[in-house]
C-alpha cells in the first residue's frame, strides 16, 4: 500500500505505522499478535531507510494496553475487568493519551529529523528496572 501512497507523498512527507508494546517484549498468550507487530515494526525500520532518500519519514508508534470499544467487544469479562492492570502505570491508556505520538511523529517541523523511530506509549510497560 506504501509503494502505490508513495507516488502522492511530497518530500518531507511522513507515514506512521502502529505497532504494539507486544512487538516490542513479545507476549506469551499473545504469539501470533506479538510477532506480527514485531515484523511490522521491523518492516517500517526498513521502509524508513528505503524511503529516506524520498524525504518521506517513516515511523511507528508502539502503544501498550489502551481501552478501545474493541476490549469488551473482544474480551472474556474477567479479563476486561484487569484489562491494563499489569502496566506500571496500573491502568490502560485512553486513545486521547496516544494520539499525540501519532500527530508528532506526522508533523513535519516537530518530528523533521525523525525516521525510523518508535514512540512507546506503554505505561511504562518496557521499562527497565
Known amino acids: 500500500m506504501l509503494r502505490a501512497a508513495a507516488r502522492h507523498l511530497p518530500g518531507g512527507g511522513a507515514v506512521v505505522i502502529t505497532g504494539s ?3 516490542l517484549r513479545g507476549n506469551a498468550s499473545l504469539i501470533d499478535y506479538s510477532a506480527s507487530k ?3 515494526m521491523n518492516l517500517s525500520a526498513c521502509l ?4 529516506t532518500g524520498r524525504g518521506i519519514r517513516v515511523n511507528r508508534v508502539a502503544p501498550g494496553p489502551v ?3 474493541l476490549i469488551p467487544a473482544t474480551l ?3 479479563a476486561v475487568e484487569g484489562f491494563g492492570g499489569q502496566a506500571p502505570m496500573g491502568r490502560p491508556a485512553d486513545p486521547d493519551e496516544i494520539a499525540p505520538s501519532y500527530v508528532f511523529f506526522a508533523s513535519g517541523r516537530l518530528s523533521s529529523s525523525y525516521t525510523g523511530e518508535t514512540l512507546a506509549p506503554t505505561g511504562g510497560e518496557v521499562q527497565a528496572c
Open 38 to 40: 514485531a515484523a511490522v
Open 21 to 23: 508494546v507486544n512487538g
Open 67 to 69: 481501552w478501545t470499544p
Open 48 to 51: 524508513a531507510r528505503h524511503y
Open 76 to 78: 472474556p469479562e474477567e
